[in-house]
């Protein structure tokens, strides 16, 4: 898991620094990116451009996510929710995103219409000793509101428009990280008014993901 040449330490600070110099400020964000191996999430043939600025395939149409929107998104959910005992992520995708959540919240769970994609980053999450994330395979637009509410919501697939379903399983307080749109996306951090049905809703910046699908595939 440590690598070696364009896998290697060295080169993991060399992306700290440049996510620093886009912006990224939270150091306990920074810090676990650093000693978090993004090269085990991509196929071997991709691994030496696990730290360049770049999504980067996954198979199944998905990608992995440019480091700087990881950071930015995970810091957003940081500094917007008070408490993070239980937060949900929408697209396990390859599980990098989700080993870097799982090392700073409470307890994960994490839906994924992708069983195959999911399977592996089970796996890895679990050779990295990760044991607070749960997973279900499954239409990430519904959420998953048995283990509703959650304090975070994040999801790294952007629908058209911000699903009802998921503002319904914010708690109280609770911030949902989402990109929203078609051909132009923007990223949207929404806030629950205490109790109430009143959201809160703030456009932060341009991103690209792919988009939220519905259904799963075996």
């Known amino acids: 898991m440590q690598g070696v040449g364009m896998t290697s330490q060295r080169t993991r600070e060399r992306m700290v620094q440049r996510l620093m110099d ?10 676990v990116i650093r000693n978090t191996p993004r090269h085990i999430f991509l196929d071997e043939a991709l691994s030496h451009r696990a730290y360049e600025d770049s999504s980067l395939p996954i198979g199944f149409g998905q990608t992995l996510s440019q480091p700087y929107i990881v950071g930015r998104m995970t810091e957003i959910v940081l500094s917007a929710s008070g408490s993070l005992d239980r937060v949900l992520e929408v697209g396990t995708g390859s599980g990098y995103q989700t080993s870097i959540l799982a090392q700073l919240v409470g307890q994960l769970f994490s839906v994924e219409r ?26 990430g637009g519904f959420g998953w509101p048995s283990k509703a509410p959650f304090n975070a919501i994040l999801s ?31 990223l949207h951090m929404v806030i629950r008014d205490g109790d109430s049905d009143k959201f809160i809703t703030q456009i932060l910046e341009p991103v690209k993901f792919v988009p939220l699908l519905s259904g799963i595939t075996r």
Do not use: C, T, W, Y
């Open 22 to 31: 886009q912006g990224v400020s939270n150091l306990e964000v920074l810090d």
């Open 114 to 139: 992708i069983k195959p994609l999911q399977d592996k980053a089970r796996k890895r999450l679990r050779d990295m000793g990760l044991r607070n994330v749960e997973f279900s395979h499954a239409d």
């Open 156 to 186: 790294a697939a952007a629908p058209r428009i911000v699903p009802q379903e998921l503002l319904n399983q914010l708690a109280p307080n609770g911030v949902l990280v989402i990109p929203v749109g078609a051909e132009e996306q923007q």
